[in-house]
């Protein structure tokens, strides 16, 4: 992939994201982490699941309320729905949603920074290895 990638683009994976790195910081004045960490801060979940999916639902709105009466976070929330819709292949089911937000509270993932760093660990292993391909 990294060739391939390489012979489309002219530059390494690695290259383009650094590429787009400071693109953004030249825009916004912030890097990915902080752009992205200030977006769902700045966001309620209701106006994240509607950025993403269009409308938002009864069930989607007890689902955040759930989420909530756990103690958890909307900028957790906001990573939670973001992890979901990424890594899930069957959806926002809210049912399923609801027990990885009890997972993450049971497992002290109640902060932003937390919880971006369980994503990225999650990604990293479920990422094949060079030298499996």
Same mark, same amino acid.
């Given at each position: 992939?990294?060739? !391939?990638?390489?012979?489309?683009?002219?530059? $390494?994976?690695?290259?383009?994201? =650094?590429?787009?790195?400071?693109?953004?910081?030249?825009?916004?004045?912030? $890097? +990915?982490?902080?752009?992205?960490?200030?977006?769902?801060? =700045?966001?309620?979940?209701?106006?994240?699941?509607?950025? !993403?999916?269009? $409308?938002?639902?009864?069930?989607?709105?007890?689902?955040?309320?759930?989420?909530? +009466?756990?103690?958890?976070?909307?900028?957790?929330?906001?990573?939670?729905f973001d992890y979901v819709a990424i890594? +899930?292949?069957?959806?926002?089911?809210?049912?399923?949603?609801?027990?990885?937000?009890?997972?993450?509270?049971?497992?002290?993932?109640?902060?932003?920074?937390? =919880?971006?760093?369980?994503?990225?660990?999650? !990604?990293?292993?479920?990422?094949? +290895?060079?030298?499996?391909?």
């Open positions: 992939p990294e060739e !391939r990638f390489q012979e489309i683009h002219g530059m $390494t994976i690695e290259e383009w994201h =650094a590429k787009l790195e400071v693109k953004l910081k030249d825009e916004t004045g912030m $890097t +990915s982490d902080e752009w992205y960490v200030n977006k769902v801060t =700045a966001t309620t979940p209701f106006d994240f699941i509607h950025e !993403r999916y269009g $409308t938002v639902t009864e069930d989607d709105k007890k689902l955040v309320k759930d989420l909530q +009466s756990l103690g958890i976070s909307d900028g957790v929330i906001n990573i939670l890594f +899930s292949k069957v959806g926002m089911v809210h049912p399923l949603v609801k027990e990885m937000g009890e997972n993450w509270h049971k497992g002290n993932i109640l902060t932003v920074e937390k =919880a971006i760093n369980f994503v990225r660990e999650e !990604r990293n292993n479920t990422e094949p +290895s060079m030298k499996d391909l």
